[in-house]
């Protein structure tokens, strides 16, 4: 029988990205605002808690702007994006060299219950107010509270896949 309590192998960064590029997700990005401005960060890891009652996290690196606005804030907003925003992921990602409040820029906003930035083309956004933060490693679990929602009925989902977005119809390639 093998020890339980044996030391895992060391997966190195590129190892453990290039394993969980192999699952296909929904790209989201988070967003926020405070007295300073809106924040936001893409965010591959945005998941459901549970439902009753509705509750959603996001894995923060500690690094990024987004997490102080969060934090001063108390609320956040999950944002699903349909297929025509990559170039929005892109700036949200760190890929267009825009920062802070210039990633939202070229996009329309709304808001719903706490103030937090929601795209208004958005495939569905949840609006939370944060619960709990998780202190792990280089990030920070963002557990939050759903106190609003909203859905669209069309259109198609930006997909992320090895390394890449897809959208419509070249979902996979």
């Known amino acids: 029988m093998a020890d ?3 030391e895992p192998k060391r997966i190195d960064a590129g190892t453990f990205w290039k394993t969980l590029g192999q699952r296909a997700i929904g790209v989201t990005v988070v967003t926020s605002a405070d007295a300073n401005g809106p924040r936001g960060l893409l965010a591959l890891s945005a998941s459901h808690v549970s439902a009753d009652p509705p509750r959603l ?3 923060v ?3 990024t702007s987004a997490l ?3 934090r001063a804030s108390g609320a ?3 944002n699903f994006l349909p297929d025509s925003a990559a170039d929005l992921s892109k ?3 760190g890929g267009s060299g825009a920062s802070g409040a210039e990633r939202f820029a070229g996009a329309a906003w ?3 219950q706490t103030g937090s930035p929601v795209l208004a083309d958005a495939l569905g956004a949840f609006d939370c107010r944060v619960e709990q933060l998780v202190e792990l490693d280089d990030t920070v679990v963002v557990i939050g509270r759903v106190v609003d929602a909203a859905a669209r009925t069309d259109g ?3 997909v992320f896949y090895r390394g890449k977005t897809y959208g419509g119809g070249d979902l996979i390639p």
């Open 110 to 112: 709304t808001k719903l």
């Open 156 to 158: 198609s989902p930006l």
């Open 4 to 6: 339980s309590f044996a």
């Open 68 to 70: 102080e606005t969060i």
């Open 61 to 63: 690196d500690r690094k």
């Open 76 to 78: 956040f907003a999950v």
């Open 57 to 59: 996290l996001v894995s």
């Open 91 to 93: 700036a949200f990602g």
